[in-house]
């Protein structure tokens, strides 16, 4: 009953709706009107009741037109009010009149943008809080260690000879640690903000990962691991920021160092097509199935407790994977445990 009454009280509105049309509609009927009574000989009295009854039909024309028009602009206003206020709808739940496809059309695209729209900014809302988190988490760990150990060392131990040597020194690694995770927390946050700017250029590529092999080795021989490598050239140039790769190979290179208890890791690169495909092979602990398609992600840890033993940061394989697709290629990997594991990506030869 109500909906009536407000149709009713809506069709008051109905001449304010056509009024764009009043020049039209009533030019078009005075046109025919006067074609009219130059046509036919009429009575005067004739001429007055066929001019009242064209303003008659023009009034009427002008009704029936705002009705449309009315309906057409409000199913329209409802529709983006609906979008706007995000009303839980689904895109076939928006019709409207036939001759406005067109429009409905359009309006079905802004409701599924607006809805990726909003679902992407939940994604980011929870990604940025659980970011927040793991970093409170991962500065608190060192910050409370290096506290106790200046606290231990404040109340005593420091005139102990066989305890504050050992506690600095503690005490400086996990400085040590911190710094390597606030530089990661920065080249994350630049990477991910878009901030992070590419400089690639053609270089060699064997080189690179000789003097990446050569920067780790004194980690690697501390554990007696060797690393190998079998290159399919000497000299083959890709195109790539170097320094950015360099970070790639330095991460790969001291993660395989780090899970590996014994054995070797070997560096290959091979041909494909006219591409280099490059490929770290370490024979350490491995990565379970269920692990695989998460390790890229940040703070994502296999074994916890280990990777803080190794002194990891969690952000490393996530720093790998953005600089390697912002290269064009894809890192992937396969493991099995006990067995090891072999991460890879190619470039763009010259």
Request: glycine share 4%.
């Given at each position: 009953?109500?909906?009536?009454?407000?149709?009713?009280?809506?069709?008051?509105?109905?001449?304010?709706?056509?009024?764009?049309?009043?020049k039209?509609?009533?030019?078009?009927?005075?046109?025919?009107?006067f074609?009219?009574?130059?046509?036919?000989?009429?009575?005067?009295?004739?001429?007055?009741?066929s001019?009242?009854?064209?303003?008659l039909?023009?009034?009427?024309?002008?009704?029936?037109?705002?009705?449309?028009?009315?309906?057409?602009?409000?199913?329209?206003?409802?529709?983006?009010?609906?979008?706007?206020?995000?009303?839980h709808?689904?895109?076939d739940?928006?019709?409207?009149?036939?001759?406005?496809?067109?429009?409905?059309n359009?309006?079905?695209?802004?409701?599924?943008?607006?809805?990726?729209?909003?679902?992407?900014?939940?994604?980011l809302?929870?990604?940025?809080?659980d970011?927040l988190g793991?970093?409170?988490?991962?500065?608190?760990?060192?910050?409370?260690?290096?506290?106790g150990?200046?606290?231990?060392?404040?109340?005593?131990?420091?005139?102990?000879?066989?305890?504050n040597?050992?506690?600095?020194?503690?005490?400086?690694?996990?400085?040590?640690?911190?710094?390597?995770?606030?530089?990661?927390?920065?080249?994350?946050?630049?990477?991910?903000?878009?901030?992070?700017?590419?400089?690639?250029?053609?270089?060699?590529?064997t080189?690179?990962i000789?003097?990446?092999?050569?920067?780790?080795?004194?980690?690697?021989?501390?554990?007696?691991?060797?690393?190998?490598?079998?290159?399919?050239?000497?000299?083959?140039?890709?195109?790539?920021?170097?320094?950015?790769?360099?970070q790639?190979?330095?991460?790969?290179?001291?993660?395989?160092?780090?899970?590996?208890?014994?054995?070797n890791?070997?560096?290959?690169?091979?041909?494909?097509?006219?591409?280099?495909?490059?490929?770290?092979q370490?024979?350490?602990?491995?990565?379970?199935?269920?692990?695989?398609?998460?390790?890229?992600?940040?703070?994502?840890?296999?074994?916890?407790?280990?990777?803080?033993?190794?002194?990891?940061?969690g952000?490393?394989?996530?720093?790998?994977?953005?600089?390697?697709e912002?290269?064009?290629?894809?890192?992937?990997?396969?493991?099995?445990?006990?067995?090891?594991?072999?991460?890879?990506?190619?470039?763009?030869?010259k």
């Amino acid at each position: 009953m109500d909906i009536n009454i407000n149709k009713l009280k809506n069709k008051e509105s109905n001449f304010s709706y056509s009024r764009v049309y009043f020049k039209e509609v009533f030019g078009l009927n005075l046109f025919l009107y006067f074609v009219f009574i130059l046509t036919f000989e009429l009575t005067p009295s004739q001429i007055l009741f066929s001019l009242f009854l064209i303003l008659l039909l023009s009034t009427l024309l002008l009704y029936l037109i705002g009705n449309k028009r009315r309906d057409a602009i409000e199913k329209i206003t409802s529709v983006i009010h609906q979008i706007k206020i995000n009303e839980h709808m689904s895109a076939d739940d928006i019709v409207l009149n036939p001759h406005l496809e067109k429009i409905e059309n359009d309006l079905k695209e802004i409701h599924k943008k607006n809805q990726d729209d909003i679902s992407n900014m939940e994604i980011l809302a929870q990604t940025r809080t659980d970011f927040l988190g793991n970093v409170s988490h991962e500065l608190r760990t060192p910050i409370f260690t290096i506290q106790g150990f200046l606290d231990t060392l404040l109340n005593g131990a420091i005139d102990d000879p066989n305890v504050n040597r050992r506690f600095i020194k503690k005490a400086i690694k996990h400085t040590h640690n911190l710094n390597a995770l606030l530089n990661d927390l920065i080249d994350i946050s630049m990477i991910e903000s878009g901030q992070m700017r590419m400089q690639p250029s053609y270089f060699d590529i064997t080189k690179l990962i000789e003097s990446s092999k050569e920067e780790l080795e004194s980690l690697s021989n501390e554990k007696n691991i060797k690393i190998k490598t079998k290159f399919v050239s000497d000299d083959v140039e890709v195109f790539g920021d170097k320094d950015k790769l360099r970070q790639v190979f330095v991460n790969l290179i001291s993660n395989a160092i780090k899970y590996s208890e014994s054995g070797n890791i070997k560096i290959v690169t091979e041909t494909i097509n006219e591409k280099i495909k490059i490929s770290i092979q370490d024979s350490g602990l491995g990565i379970a199935n269920v692990d695989l398609s998460r390790i890229f992600e940040r703070f994502y840890r296999v074994d916890k407790a280990r990777s803080k033993d190794a002194g990891g940061t969690g952000l490393g394989l996530a720093i790998v994977k953005h600089i390697v697709e912002a290269h064009g290629s894809k890192i992937e990997v396969t493991s099995k445990i006990g067995k090891g594991s072999t991460f890879s990506f190619s470039l763009r030869k010259k």
